[in-house]
């Protein structure tokens, strides 16, 4: 019976309608935010993923399930009871990721909280941005090369981030997490994909082979999801913000994303003549990160 409500439960949440402006109230400047920094808090200090440890555990007791079947005399009632198991268990996991994280996703759209016209937009804008990004480049490159990674939680990067979230008008900031490497290494090297967040443990997991200059803003993207951003699109902005307001290292790569999403959405004439304008090292650093992602 348990099984079929969290199933009934999950299916419900899913195709109704919660109100924005209450899910904001309530859920991610109500209770998400002392939620979130207790969390993450007890997370940095275990020195490995515990979404691993989730995967593990989760693989371990589908095995088991599995591996019962082989000692049942009636196939179809030991399968169609296996069913059940499995999907009360993804309605199970799907509720806390909702109330851990997830409802995030359904909290009123930053673009509606910021002085946003779409109307603005335009060919014009986009070239001259990604200029901005390329003299920005240019000018950061030799001393952004010059400071190394900090290794654990970098204390610039999470002083910028701060900043950025009170640009925002975050009342209660949210708390940085260590980055951490992950089982899901492989996943992430297959999938061209720099990190992720942890919707359980709230923690933020980066893949391997990200290079230095590239490392800052993905860990600040994942940092804004952390916060509460759930849409990728408003969590590579709140990454950027945060990072054009540190350190040359963090700046450095705040702009190679930045050029990299602009210049890929302009014609392919004044791409061209945008990219002629870049100085060797940042074309250097936009190819060592082309060639990482083709080498996956």
């Given at each position: 019976?348990?099984?079929?409500?969290?199933?009934?439960?999950?299916?419900?949440?899913?195709?109704?309608?919660?109100?924005?402006?209450?899910?904001?109230?309530?859920?991610?400047?109500?209770?998400?935010?002392?939620?979130?920094?207790?969390?993450?808090?007890?997370?940095?200090?275990?020195?490995?993923?515990?979404?691993?440890?989730?995967?593990?555990?989760?693989?371990?007791?589908?095995?088991?399930?599995?591996?019962?079947?082989?000692?049942?005399?009636?196939?179809?009632?030991?399968?169609?009871?296996?069913?059940?198991?499995?999907?009360?268990?993804?309605?199970?996991?799907?509720?806390?990721?909702?109330?851990?994280?997830?409802?995030?996703?359904?909290?009123?759209?930053?673009?509606?909280?910021?002085?946003?016209?779409?109307?603005?937009?335009?060919?014009?804008?986009?070239?001259d941005l990604a200029?901005?990004?390329?003299?920005?480049?240019?000018?950061?490159?030799?001393?952004?090369?010059?400071?190394?990674?900090?290794?654990?939680?970098?204390?610039?990067?999470?002083?910028?981030?701060?900043?950025?979230?009170?640009?925002?008008?975050?009342?209660?900031?949210?708390?940085?997490?260590?980055?951490?490497?992950?089982?899901?290494?492989?996943?992430?090297?297959?999938a061209g994909v720099?990190?992720?967040?942890?919707?359980?443990?709230?923690?933020?997991?980066?893949?391997?082979?990200?290079?230095?200059?590239?490392?800052?803003?993905?860990?600040?993207?994942?940092?804004?999801?952390?916060?509460?951003?759930?849409?990728?699109?408003?969590?590579?902005?709140?990454?950027?913000?945060?990072?054009?307001?540190?350190?040359?290292?963090?700046?450095?790569?705040?702009?190679?994303?930045?050029?990299?999403?602009?210049?890929?959405?302009?014609?392919?004439?004044?791409?061209?003549?945008?990219?002629?304008?870049?100085?060797?090292?940042?074309?250097?650093?936009?190819?060592?990160?082309?060639?990482?992602?083709?080498?996956?």
């Amino acid at each position: 019976m348990t099984r079929i409500v969290l199933i009934v439960a999950a299916i419900g949440l899913t195709v109704v309608t919660l109100p924005t402006l209450e899910v904001e109230r309530l859920y991610s400047t109500g209770v998400y935010p002392a939620m979130q920094s207790a969390i993450t808090a007890a997370s940095n200090d275990v020195p490995f993923a515990l979404f691993d440890a989730l995967l593990v555990v989760a693989v371990a007791w589908l095995l088991w399930r599995l591996l019962d079947l082989r000692e049942q005399d009636r196939w179809i009632p030991a399968i169609a009871g296996l069913v059940v198991r499995v999907a009360g268990a993804c309605a199970l996991l799907y509720l806390v990721f909702l109330a851990a994280w997830g409802l995030n996703y359904r909290r009123v759209p930053l673009r509606n909280k910021l002085v946003f016209s779409p109307q603005g937009a335009s060919a014009a804008r986009a070239r001259d941005l990604a200029q901005t990004a390329v003299e920005r480049l240019n000018a950061l490159h030799e001393e952004a090369h010059r400071e190394g990674p900090t290794g654990g939680i970098d204390a610039a990067l999470s002083a910028a981030f701060l900043d950025a979230q009170r640009m925002l008008g975050v009342r209660r900031p949210a708390r940085v997490a260590r980055p951490k490497r992950s089982l899901l290494d492989p996943y992430f090297h297959a999938a061209g994909v720099g990190g992720m967040t942890d919707p359980y443990f709230l923690e933020t997991l980066i893949a391997s082979d990200l290079l230095p200059f590239e490392e800052p803003f993905i860990v600040a993207h994942e940092w804004s999801h952390l916060a509460g951003f759930a849409d990728e699109s408003e969590a590579s902005f709140v990454g950027w913000l945060a990072c054009v307001h540190g350190p040359p290292r963090v700046e450095y790569s705040g702009w190679l994303f930045l050029y990299g999403e602009t210049a890929g959405g302009l014609d392919r004439d004044v791409r061209t003549e945008v990219a002629a304008r870049l100085d060797e090292g940042p074309r250097e650093d936009l190819q060592a990160i082309a060639e990482r992602v083709r080498r996956q």
